[in-house]
């Protein structure tokens, strides 16, 4: 399945999303291929066929976690019951149970003791399963609404209790395959109840848990699996690449895993909201919030985590502001009768008080007011708005990784790089905090707070990210919108002039505030140490070139020889084929404008002129910057020591399909004293010797932040400094 693009992502994603292989023509006819339903496979392994009376069944699975019972459904199926369309004789309406075929053995034994036909081919009666089975209850692996449905109906009637039976299919526990097992429980067929997102992961894990070599290997592998056990080809338009990607990454799974063990979790995953979560390599940012919801749930009495529902989330979260009193908690679960004399709460069973309508009905009164009882005499207990956060939309989320890749900029000279955007376990992006979280730890001779660098660099991602959350309006606006894609190697003369702006002069003050007085002097603008003698190469500007480089990895002999799998060779290859792409692109569209130019109706009717002037202008700049690049200065060889442009965080911005611009040439700055340093974005790519005279000069970047010292108001005339 493939992904889809926003209207708004930059053209190059949305031009790869295109790119596929042709597909090849049919020469032959496929054969059909038919398949066997489930309770045909699982045929073999039926036991019997028996009425059952209902208290002898059990809806709680021995492996893996059922599905809640949903009380809508059961009132449906109660309505359908009263129009005279009970029909649980019919084969159709068989419930579908499981238990050792030894408790099966000691029934009919029991049967035929009694004098009673006990063929295996006939419907038999085990309604004295309890005295013969006491300790054995039969695990129903489908079939809990229609139970539930039956004894309201019962109820309702006033019907005996005698009629609390349904004919089931037994299966044996021992023998039954684990993938039948799966598929006789999953709820496919059923369109009015489907299987949320959250129960198809919980019966995924339980599948895996089952069999270790399950969903490992190849995707295409990993799709197929889940295709067959789960059934999911029978769910329409289901994100099924997601789910595999999301399976596929470790840190994810495992929390995806924690979260839906809960009933909470369970109604709030949805995989193709966590997925575009997930590719922006912020985890600990979202798993931050979860993890207090988890928790909060793990605490509270009355097996919170399974009768807490979202509803109850969402009034609690709206009820209970931060440093809530105990008077707030009690107005909530009993409303209108705790004004006066606080001290009928402190009664652990809740007598005489009328409960909240609509609020945590599936606890009993006794767990309904323990949770109300252990709130209150634990205020310091997070109800954080989880459902406000899961409304964060994918735009929103590619902001805050941008923002993130800027302050990454400012600090890190050397970002991690991530060479196959198809690696589920990408490096996270705070990550590249830390070099400059131990500068300062070293720098201040303090073992204690370099012990603490982790946690640093986990507070420095919530506190940028929760400020760009709260300017989340201005960074949508078109103005500042376009900054996000210019990084300070691409406009080092301009950069500057956006902290003239609220949003990012709130996220350098955050930067500021994790940094103290040190801030300034840590900050390395993102450049890189010149090496001698060494052959370094740009990541490739083309978007071409980086669709036959993504292909590189993939090839056996690269896989098999370590000489051409290395990180030098792959960049020389990167370099040569993006030398031979520009000047692919440049003959082509010369050609093309020669064409467009000679036909004025053409150029009328459409923009394919401005388009292709845009793309060779981008080309020329690129062959220009490979030809006489950025001032190159002769060494004592008489040899030109020459610079490649090089956009800094290029490949964290590509998680996301954004390209940025082909940097421009641009003159010497200023002279501020002899350095050895290339001009911002630029890396060596060809050396002799060391160089006798002094390099480009430029004004420090750091400059531009040290605003203590002259004032925020001087904003305006620092930015001069870069100029």
Request: aromatic content about 8%; some cysteine; glycine content about 4%.
């Amino acid at each position: 399945m493939k992904r889809k693009f926003h209207d708004n992502q930059h053209a190059n994603a949305s031009t790869a999303s295109k790119r596929q292989r042709p597909r090849a023509l049919q020469t032959q006819p496929r054969e059909l291929q038919d398949g066997i339903a489930s309770r045909q496979q699982a045929e073999r392994y039926r036991l019997v066929t028996a009425k059952i009376p209902l208290d002898a069944l059990t809806c709680s699975w021995a492996k893996g976690t059922n599905r809640h019972v949903n009380r809508q459904h059961v009132s449906k199926l109660g309505r359908i019951f009263k129009q005279g369309s009970l029909e649980r004789q019919a084969e159709e309406n068989y419930l579908l149970v499981q238990c050792s075929a030894k408790a099966v053995a000691r029934m009919i034994s029991h049967l035929e003791a009694q004098g009673h036909d006990s063929q295996s081919d006939q419907v038999l009666s085990f309604h004295a399963w309890l005295s013969v089975n006491c300790d054995e209850k039969i695990e129903v692996m489908a079939g809990q609404h229609r139970i539930e449905a039956l004894r309201e109906y019962v109820n309702q009637i006033g019907a005996d209790a005698k009629e609390l039976w349904w004919t089931c299919n037994f299966y044996d526990r021992e023998k039954l395959p684990l993938d039948l097992d799966i598929k006789l429980r999953v709820n496919r067929p059923d369109p009015s109840l489907p299987d949320s997102h959250g129960q198809i992961w919980m019966q995924l894990v339980s599948t895996a848990s089952q069999n270790d070599a399950l969903f490992q290997g190849k995707k295409s592998i990993v799709e197929g699996q889940m295709i067959d056990i789960l059934r999911l080809d029978r769910v329409d338009r289901f994100p099924l690449s997601r789910l595999v990607t999301l399976w596929k990454n470790n840190r994810w799974r495992c929390m995806i895993t924690w979260w839906c063990e809960t009933e909470v979790g369970r109604a709030m995953f949805n995989i193709s909201t966590w997925d575009w979560m997930a590719s922006h390599r912020i985890d600990t940012y979202w798993f931050s919030t979860f993890e207090q919801v988890l928790n909060t749930l793990n605490d509270l009495p009355g097996n919170s985590a399974d009768n807490v529902y979202t509803t109850d989330w969402a009034k609690i979260v709206a009820t209970f502001p931060v440093g809530y009193s105990a008077r707030e908690v009690k107005r909530l679960f009993y409303p209108r009768q705790l004004e006066e004399s606080d001290s009928l709460v402190q009664d652990m069973h809740g007598h005489g008080l009328r409960r909240r309508s609509g609020f945590l009905e599936e606890m009993s009164d006794d767990a309904y007011h323990s949770v109300c009882h252990h709130i209150c005499g634990h205020r310091e207990m997070l109800f954080p708005d989880v459902q406000k956060l899961l409304r964060t939309t994918k735009e929103e989320g590619r902001t805050m990784m941008q923002v993130m890749t800027h302050v990454i900029a400012w600090l890190n000279p050397k970002p991690a790089r991530v060479m196959d955007r198809r690696e589920n376990n990408k490096p996270l992006l705070r990550e590249d905090f830390k070099p400059a979280l131990q500068a300062m730890a070293n720098k201040r001779v303090n073992a204690v707070w370099a012990t603490k660098v982790e946690e640093s660099s986990i507070d420095l991602e919530r506190r940028i990210l929760d400020a760009v959350l709260d300017e989340m309006t201005s960074f949508k606006t078109a103005a500042i919108k376009a900054t996000l894609g210019v990084l300070p190697a691409d406009d080092r003369n301009g950069y500057g002039q956006r902290f003239m702006k609220r949003p990012w002069m709130t996220v350098l003050e955050k930067v500021e505030h994790a940094f103290g007085p040190e801030f300034g002097p840590s900050l390395t603008f993102a450049l890189p140490t010149r090496k001698s003698d060494q052959v370094l190469y740009c990541q490739p500007t083309s978007s071409i070139t980086r669709a036959i480089c993504e292909l590189v990895p993939q090839i056996q002999e690269v896989m098999e020889i370590p000489e051409l799998n290395g990180q030098e060779a792959y960049e020389e290859l990167v370099a040569s084929i993006d030398k031979a792409v520009v000047q692919w692109v440049l003959q082509r569209c010369n050609r093309e404008l020669a064409n467009c130019k000679s036909n004025t109706e053409s150029i009328r009717s459409n923009q394919l002129l401005q388009t292709i002037e845009v793309f060779k202008t981008r080309s020329e700049l690129r062959a220009e910057a490979t030809k006489a690049p950025w001032n190159a200065s002769p060494d004592k060889g008489g040899k030109s020591t020459t610079y490649s442009a090089l956009p800094i965080a290029r490949d964290t911005l590509e998680q996301s399909g954004i390209e940025m611009s082909v940097l421009r040439p641009i003159a010497s700055l200023p002279d501020t004293g002899p350095t050895t340093t290339p001009t911002s974005g630029q890396l060596r790519i060809s050396s002799s010797s060391k160089s006798s005279q002094p390099q480009v000069s430029w004004a420090p970047f750091q400059a531009l932040f040290l605003l203590k010292g002259l004032g925020r108001v001087g904003i305006i005339d620092i930015t001069f400094l870069l100029i």
